[in-house]
């Protein structure tokens, strides 16, 4: 069973930074994607950022020039960079990993780690 584990999260000001990261139990090249989800209070889990394999990313337009996604494929990590944080970032931010075997995809999900951003 992939485990992914986030750490990181925290309370930060407005304007402030934080560093997410998420470790897996497998190797992160394994997995055809990877990314960071979020769910702010009263909302649907939404989009941050997703990587592909060969190093696609796909940014919301909310955190674009913002966040930045790295990844360290023999750490099997993926770190999220979060710069000039705003109140509206603030949420229970979820690693995800998507497998594929070329007929289905299975995700795979973090517990999450809280963020928040005050004024």
């Known amino acids: 069973q992939v485990q992914l584990v986030e750490s990181g999260g925290g309370l930060v000001q407005a304007g402030g930074s934080l560093r997410l990261s998420c470790a897996a139990s497998?190797?992160?090249?394994?997995?055809?994607?990877m990314g960071w989800y979020r769910q702010g209070p009263g909302t649907q889990r939404e989009l941050v950022v997703r990587i592909t394999r060969g190093g696609v990313t796909n940014y919301a337009d909310s955190v674009k020039g913002r966040f930045t996604i790295s990844r360290d494929n023999a750490k099997n990590t993926v770190d999220l960079q979060m710069n000039s944080l705003k109140r509206e970032d603030t949420g229970v931010y979820y690693c995800s990993a998507s497998r594929s075997n070329g007929i289905s995809v299975r995700d795979y999900w973090g517990q999450g780690t809280q963020v928040t951003v005050s004024s």
């Open positions: 497998d190797s992160i090249i394994s997995f055809s994607a």
